[in-house]
């Protein structure tokens, strides 16, 4: 009797944990058309337009402009947001976000399968829509993540998802955007006890690992030519990207690597192609603009690439791709701290990149890549109502302080865990 009572107890403490670290409930559809007016607004593409309206409806915005070109209905909710700053939601580009919850806890980690030939795999498959991380994340305003698979050589198809669903299928917004390849290094950064640093080694299965990419790769080019409709997972996932339907996403750090890249691209006739990661993009600047070819920066807070690389050569990485004219997207590989890509995006314009620029980068670029361009990435009409409203400079640790977020029109919740353990805290001990 004593040990029922006791699983009783100790179940009802759980369910009240459990109940207290959900995330936010997903908001209810848009009932009624928003306005917000007097904001400052950053489009996305270079424009900021001063004490503008924005007309959202229907999920939709309808209208973007000054109070003499965009005419408010009677039955809209008004929302004074004067002098404060209006962007699109930013896109967080080859996340394992929803993906993995505790890095430590095997169970919880799911960026992954066995075998390193996988184009099979999709992210779309595996997201967890309930994440903690989620709200985390979107305090920011980050209100879409491409989520990407990880590990072998081809790691499977990524997935385009807004932050804020009840479920995977509702979060989706474009299944199998791209296929994400980690390209073989001919040699590769490891750490050497004896010198007690970073030395390049050779790859000794770098000719096992080309000869069965491209196998695969030519495989499937004969499938598809012959139109064979026979089953085969590996195969028939590489169409898309082989047809021009989909990008293929090369992940690597080292130019040498991502030209070999280019050229395997060429010989199996891929189309849209795109660099994640990049350190070394500069030096390959102009066959990078020559073909239009965009870089992902996946990471601008890290440490130089080789010894005697400048301080801060991560820094400025950006500002010089843009300079050259190449196209580039800035992105924070991980999960745990994938809330801070505006930050990085504000060092990337404290060393030299143009802040509406930089703004585009992590909006209209992404949803480019994404084959999104004409839903997200802008504050145009026609495109889906996904913008936040901050109080100051939304890339700069001081100003970045959300005042309302809208996912397609719906008014988000931002609350999550951090916040509620700040109030929880706050009133025990703010006071002191």
């Given at each position: ?7 009783a ?11 207290q670290?959900?995330?936010p ?9 928003v ?14 337009l ?7 409806r229907?999920g939709h915005i309808?209208?973007?402009g000054?109070?003499?070109e965009?005419?408010i209905?009677?039955?809209a909710q ?7 700053h ?11 976000l929803?993906l993995v ?7 919880t ?7 390193s030939?996988?184009?099979?795999v999709?992210a779309a498959d595996?997201y967890?829509?309930?994440s ?8 920011n ?6 989520i990407?698979p990880?590990?072998?050589?081809i ?5 385009t ?9 509702d979060?989706?917004?474009?299944a ?6 980690n390209?073989?290094?001919?040699r590769?950064l490891?750490f050497?006890?004896a010198?007690?640093s ?19 790769f ?7 030519d012959?139109q064979d409709?026979s ?8 169409a ?6 989909s990008?293929?996403?090369v992940r690597?750090?080292?130019?040498a690597d ?5 050229r395997?691209?060429?010989?199996h ?21 020559a073909?239009?070819?965009?870089v992902v ?8 690439q080789y010894a ?7 820094y400025?990485l950006?500002a010089?791709?843009?300079e050259?004219?190449v ?6 590989p991980?999960?745990m701290?994938?809330?801070?890509l505006?930050f ?12 509406e620029a ?17 839903q997200?990435?802008t504050?145009e009409?026609g ?8 109080a100051?400079d939304?890339?700069?640790m001081?100003?970045n302080d959300l ?11 931002l609350e999550g ?13 703010g006071?002191?």
């Amino acid at each position: 009797m004593k040990s029922g009572l006791r699983l009783a107890s100790l179940g009802l403490l759980l369910s009240a944990g459990l109940a207290q670290a959900l995330p936010p409930k997903p908001a209810p559809a848009q009932s009624q058309p928003v306005a917000l007016i007097g904001g400052i607004v950053h489009v996305g593409n270079g424009q900021v337009l001063q004490n503008a309206q924005v007309l959202l409806r229907d999920g939709h915005i309808e209208a973007v402009g000054s109070a003499a070109e965009v005419s408010i209905p009677a039955e809209a909710q008004r929302i004074d947001v004067s002098g404060q700053h209006v962007y699109p939601g930013l896109i967080l580009l080859g996340s394992d976000l929803g993906l993995v919850e505790v890095e430590a806890v095997r169970a919880t980690v799911d960026t992954a399968e066995l075998g390193s030939f996988n184009p099979n795999v999709r992210a779309a498959d595996a997201y967890n829509v309930d994440s903690e991380l989620i709200p985390v994340t979107r305090y920011n305003g980050i209100l879409t993540a491409q989520i990407a698979p990880e590990g072998g050589v081809i790691s499977g198809r990524s997935a385009t998802m807004q932050l804020d669903a009840w479920t995977a299928e509702d979060a989706l917004l474009r299944a199998d955007d791209g296929l994400w390849l980690n390209w073989p290094p001919v040699r590769a950064l490891q750490f050497d006890f004896a010198t007690f640093s970073l030395q390049l080694k050779d790859n000794p299965e770098y000719g096992n690992q080309i000869a069965e990419l491209e196998s695969l790769f030519a495989q499937a080019r004969g499938r598809l030519d012959s139109q064979d409709a026979s089953p085969n997972l590996k195969l028939a996932a590489l169409a898309a990207v082989l047809r021009g339907e989909s990008r293929l996403f090369v992940r690597t750090e080292q130019a040498a690597d991502f030209e070999r890249a280019v050229r395997f691209a060429e010989r199996h006739g891929i189309e849209q192609l795109a660099w994640y990661g990049g350190a070394e993009a500069m030096q390959l600047a102009p066959l990078l603009r020559a073909r239009q070819i965009p870089v992902v920066i996946g990471g601008i807070h890290r440490t130089p690439q080789y010894a005697d690389t400048p301080f801060d050569d991560p820094y400025r990485l950006a500002a010089q791709l843009h300079e050259a004219g190449v196209t580039v997207a800035i992105s924070y590989p991980g999960t745990m701290n994938a809330r801070n890509l505006p930050f990085i995006v504000g060092t990337a314009i404290a060393y030299g990149v143009p802040a509406e620029a930089a703004l585009g980068m992590v909006s209209q670029v992404p949803a480019q890549l994404l084959g999104l361009g004409d839903q997200l990435g802008t504050i145009e009409a026609g495109k889906r109502a996904t913008l936040f409203v901050s109080a100051g400079d939304a890339f700069e640790m001081s100003g970045n302080d959300l005042k309302l977020a809208f996912i397609n029109g719906r008014q988000i919740d931002l609350e999550g865990r951090q916040q509620q353990l700040y109030q929880r805290y706050h009133e025990r001990y703010g006071a002191r």
